[in-house]
């Protein structure tokens, strides 16, 4: 392909967002949704071209004597985040095109920059085919999102957005040494390389590989995020308005299980099974912890923002678990996961707009006061705790019938995990839906139910659940490659099924 296609994609909202941080009027806002539906576009037709076989990857020689190129290419777990990238994007600026939460510190234009930008990047982050390429697109990411945090966040927003930049800083700092090191590695071996086709060839192993692979894994668990790496996550969300929660936690985290796959697997096979063990303990700690931590929480933000601690859990207990199935189930929940955690922030966003705090004891009664937000908050929490029909469901069961053919403790802790998921989704509904209008609900609950506005924003995120709840086949077939070939990689296959009776 002759074509640079995936350059344009990133590249496309790149220049978007750098133009809207030229002095502009209102029609900033206008530019800036064109820009993000040109995207959506580009993606849509990336994903057909990719369906009809046609080679999609660039390849050019950029820093040579590092050995780094401009390479971009797509796998199916690629595309899938790309998808969920370029689809977001445009609800997350719809979604704050007249919200209140931007007012009065930065500008909307600016807002909308920020977004474009770091969706620029993100695409360039899911495409990258170069460990050094990936690495500063990885960094750059930081510098948009901490500007949305620190921005147009919440009254405790410089502590949140700092809190989320140190530990990021300090995962990538740990990853620039594994960066260095696989230079090193490479040129011992002949040739300076950062293609991953290359550093694969090497089969980096011994503990030169097991130290390299952690500086990798150090960074990805901080971005994932889990336990007890995971601290500054619901601070940033808490103080983060709904549509950059939904960008940092739908979209940016995901490069944590993402790299796992496509960088860690790929490139240190043995030391990802080496550390297996462990990573099955720190996920399954993930799940539940971030059950308890939801079911503990006041601020609604703070509650969602605990949900997905737990269900990263998941997508990492699926990754190490080492079935093609628990596999291709984590990589799916990636994508459920996206949508999930949107309309989840998006819904309680619409609720705290309205009431003038994220306090959950500070409603009651709400279905009363607005049906259609009741409903819309039902479905997220519905999606939350995985109910049949879901998307969600799917990658979830996926994810443990895969890991009980490996480690059937695990998947019983995992269950646990489930049945608390059940717990907080209850009470992240209950609360403030359920029972009597209370007065004070009454007295502060301002405005009408959701608008004209604010019901499309819903659409294709609740509909994108309902659709990959219902037929998921597609997108199964579309991540399992990825699956397969990473099991392929780290050299196991699936265990064989156990049928009862036989010796």
């Not at 539940?288 to 933000?301: F, P, T, V």
Request: net charge neutral; glycine share 10%; hydrophobic share 55%.
């Amino acid at each position: 392909m002759t074509f640079p296609w995936l350059t344009v994609l990133g590249l496309v909202p790149l220049v978007g967002g750098l133009l809207l941080l030229l002095p502009m009027r209102e029609a900033s806002k206008w530019l800036g949704m064109g820009f993000a539906l040109l995207t959506l576009g580009l993606g849509a037709g990336i994903a057909g071209m990719y369906s009809a076989g046609v080679d999609l990857a660039v390849q050019v020689p950029w820093v040579r004597s590092f050995g780094a190129s401009w390479a971009l290419g797509l796998d199916g777990m690629g595309l899938a985040m790309v998808l969920l990238t370029v689809i977001l994007t445009p609800v997350v600026l719809l979604v704050e095109w007249k919200s209140s939460g931007i007012v009065g510190q930065w500008t909307s234009q600016a807002f909308f920059a920020l977004v474009l930008i770091l969706e620029g990047l993100s695409l360039f982050v899911f495409t990258a085919d170069d460990v050094l390429l990936f690495y500063l697109f990885f960094e750059a990411t930081l510098i948009p999102m901490y500007f949305l945090i620190v921005g147009y966040g919440g009254p405790r927003r410089g502590y949140a957005a700092l809190k989320f930049l140190l530990f990021s800083l300090a995962g990538g700092l740990v990853m620039l040494a594994s960066v260095i090191g696989l230079y090193v590695v490479s040129a011992s071996a002949g040739r300076p390389s950062y293609l991953l086709s290359d550093l694969a060839a090497l089969n980096i192993g011994g503990e030169a590989g097991h130290w390299l692979m952690l500086g990798f894994l150090i960074a990805f668990i901080i971005k994932a995020p889990m336990v007890p790496l995971h601290t500054w996550l619901p601070d940033a969300a808490e103080q983060s308005t709904p549509g950059s929660a939904t960008m940092l936690v739908g979209v940016l985290d995901k490069i944590g299980t993402f790299g796992m796959i496509k960088f860690c697997l790929v490139i240190f096979p043995e030391a990802s099974r080496w550390a297996a063990p462990v990573m099955v303990i720190l996920a399954l700690i993930s799940i539940i912890y971030g059950a308890l931590g939801a079911i503990g929480s006041r601020n609604l933000m703070r509650l969602v923002a605990y949900t997905s601690i737990s269900h990263f859990g998941f997508m990492v207990l699926g990754i190490y678990s080492f079935t093609t199935q628990s596999m291709s189930g984590s990589i799916f929940y990636m994508l459920n996961h996206g949508f999930s955690t949107a309309a989840l922030f998006l819904a309680v966003g619409y609720l705290i707009s309205r009431r003038g705090s994220a306090d959950i004891n500070a409603f009651g009664g709400v279905q009363k006061l607005a049906p259609v937000a009741s409903g819309v908050l039902l479905l997220a929490a519905l999606s939350a705790l995985s109910l049949p029909g879901m998307s969600t469901f799917v990658s979830e069961i996926m994810v443990v019938t895969g890991t009980f053919g490996r480690a059937p403790w695990a998947t019983a802790v995992a269950t646990v995990g489930m049945v608390l998921a059940a717990v907080y989704a209850l009470r992240l509904y209950r609360k403030p839906m359920t029972g009597p209008v209370t007065d004070d609900a009454a007295q502060h609950f301002t405005g009408r139910d959701l608008n004209e506005v604010e019901r499309l924003v819903m659409v294709p995120v609740i509909g994108a659940i309902l659709l990959l709840g219902f037929y998921p086949q597609p997108a199964v077939k579309l991540v399992e490659p990825t699956a397969q070939a990473a099991m392929q990689r780290v050299q196991l296959v699936d265990p064989a099924p156990v049928v009862e009776g036989e010796q």
